[in-house]
């Protein structure tokens, strides 16, 4: 096997050899890789940058586009992608909103704007791997990242939550995942499941305590938090570990649900969609109410959040 693979790195790595990567000689190296088994990461790459630089675009766009592709193949490499098939959503996704510096000032997580430009830009790199053959596993550009600020949520329906709950594991071992999904039904914002720890939780009460408020959690949630918190230090953090953004780790993972669950395309669902799903089905136009328990200091935000006229 180890002969197989050395030796298809060999017959990829030709691609390299092409002095100008000219189109006979992509079309050969493309039919030596799909027979060659194992495919690696950077040499996908650098086909797709080949094919894309004949693109018919304005050259500035050809230009931004390449320069896309490439901060992608050193952050897929520095996630530890060595082959394509290695390559995940998640991989792509976090891509989308890693961090960006301006002007050598602080590190911040990505506008929507540039998520959205970066999806864009990569998105034909991966139709031309789907296209070719070379890539075979599900779509990876996922759900079309809105320009605005933020695409507005609204409040997921009681079966839109039942399919949450169902899809909550993607059953392939553990995961957090829906230790996050019953935080958030507990009235939990991304940011507040990011610093949930262990001690947060009290079962014999049924409560979680998020920051200065202290919410119920219902069945389903105590069944999925009970062992995970046996387990742990009460100081350790429960659904994260340690990252640069914990926030965006709740979010992207929350996100993964929805698309295991066949809700990543539907309008006006976001990860946001839970919690405030949750308020929904428990106050329903009780404002004040939804308002201490989600933890907004406005009323009128969350009337809009929970689309409720509640002056009438």
């Known amino acids: 096997m180890q002969d197989e693979i050395k030796d298809a ?26 027979t060659a088994g194992r495919i690696r990461f950077d ?50 996704d976090d891509f989308y909103w890693s961090a960006t510096r301006r002007g050598g000032g602080p590190l911040r997580r990505a506008a929507s704007r540039t998520a959205a430009n970066r999806q864009s830009l990569l998105k034909p790199a991966f139709a031309l791997w789907a296209e070719s053959g070379l890539w075979v596993g599900v779509d990876l550009v996922g759900p079309t990242i809105s320009r605005t600020k933020g695409e507005q949520a609204r409040p997921a329906t009681e079966d839109e939550l039942q399919l949450i709950r169902a899809f909550a594991e993607p059953g392939l071992g553990f995961t957090r995942r829906s230790a996050i999904i019953a935080l958030r039904l507990a009235g939990g914002s991304a940011i507040d499941v990011a610093a949930v720890r262990a001690g947060d939780i009290d079962i014999a009460a049924l409560t979680v305590t998020f920051g200065c408020r202290t919410n119920p959690l219902d069945e389903w949630s105590v069944q999925h938090l009970a062992d995970l918190v046996a ?20 979010t992207v993972q929350t ?31 009780d404002i004040i109410g939804a308002a201490r328990w989600l933890g907004s200091a406005s009323l009128d935000a969350t009337a809009r959040a929970l689309c409720v006229d509640w002056r009438r």
């Open 231 to 250: 387990d742990m230090s009460p100081d350790s953090l429960l659904c994260t570990t340690n990252a640069s953004d914990l926030a965006h780790v709740v």
């Open 43 to 92: 040499e996908a790459v650098c086909f797709a940058q080949s094919t894309l630089s004949r693109r018919r675009e304005a050259p500035e766009t050809r230009k931004k586009r390449l320069s896309i592709v490439d901060q992608f193949a050193t952050f897929g490499s520095a996630s530890g992608v060595e082959y394509l098939e290695q390559l995940r959503t998640t991989h792509v």
């Open 9 to 34: 790195a060999v017959t990829q790595g030709q691609l390299f050899e092409l002095p100008e990567h000219s189109p006979m000689g992509l079309a050969r190296w493309l039919c030596d890789a799909l």
């Open 255 to 285: 996100r993964d649900v929805l698309i295991d669950a066949g809700l990543g395309g539907v309008a006006g669902l976001t990860p946001r969609s839970v919690e405030l799903g949750a308020a929904h089905v428990i106050f329903g136009n």
